[in-house]
């Protein structure tokens, strides 16, 4: 069965510390892959996503993600984090050779910047 | 372009009442996703739309919930009758290419 894991129900660090949001997903062929944040009382707004080509993506708000195909992982990573980066972040990926565009999303990971 | 418009923003209505949910997504996408987010079950997709036409309906939870999408610049979902099991956060997305978009949400509280 296809699957997004986020291991981690929380991640706590101090602000200007890197930081890493796991994710590792179990899907047919070569998905599509993306990040998403959610604000609390807010939308998921789109982050990053993985298309083809280099393994490294860069997003919005200083993010970048690493894709892995032979571990299967697609790691979220921020150099130094911000306590404004405080929020909840989804893994999903969708399948390439599907044409729906529908989203399989991991159930979510905390991430907690404190000053 | 002002993004994926859903409303209200918030709903709080009577065990047994209905419930109409709207969406606007963004022009010239022409998919259409809605989903229901709570605490106990996360993120789960109810029903999307390709082309203003029902592609999967497999996440409804049952004959209370019912969407349309009359045209590609607004769509529907509503439930009636409404149960306070209901209550949840209801997003609205639509998709360019291979990216979804999110809107803000509809906050509904049954009681």
């Known amino acids: 069965a296809q699957s997004v894991a986020q291991p981690e129900d929380q991640v706590n660090v101090a602000e200007g510390n890197p930081l890493t949001v796991k994710c590792t997903y179990s899907?047919?062929?070569?998905?599509?892959l993306f990040w998403y944040v959610q604000y609390p009382n807010r939308g998921l707004q789109f982050l990053l996503k993985?298309?083809?080509?280099?393994?490294l993506v860069k997003g919005s708000y200083g993010f970048e993600a690493e894709f892995n195909k032979s571990q299967t992982s697609f790691h979220l990573k921020k150099p130094s984090a911000l306590v404004s980066d405080s929020a909840l972040y989804f893994c999903?990926?969708?399948?390439?050779?599907?044409?729906?565009?529908?989203?399989?999303f991991g159930q979510g990971t905390t991430l907690q910047v404190k000053p | 372009d002002a993004g994926v418009i859903q409303s209200p923003r918030h709903e709080v209505t009577e065990m047994g009442q209905e419930v109409t949910l709207r969406c606007k997504p963004i022009?010239?996408?022409?998919?259409l996703f809605w989903y229901r987010q709570t605490m106990m079950r996360g993120l789960e997709l109810l029903i999307y739309?390709?082309?203003?036409?029902?592609?999967?309906d497999s996440g409804m939870p049952e004959d209370r919930f019912s969407a349309k999408m009359p045209n590609a610049s607004f769509s529907t979902l509503k439930i009636q009758p409404s149960e306070p099991r209901d209550s949840a956060v209801y997003f609205c997305?639509?998709?360019?290419?291979?990216?979804?978009?999110f809107g803000p949400g509809t906050r509904l509280l049954v009681l």
């Open positions: 739309f390709n082309n203003n036409v029902p592609i999967d």
């Open positions: 993985y298309i083809t080509g280099d393994n």
């Open positions: 899907v047919s062929g070569n998905p599509y």
């Open positions: 022009s010239g996408h022409n998919s």
């Open positions: 997305a639509s998709r360019s290419q291979e990216t979804q978009y």
């Open positions: 999903a990926v969708s399948e390439r050779t599907s044409n729906t565009g529908k989203l399989i």
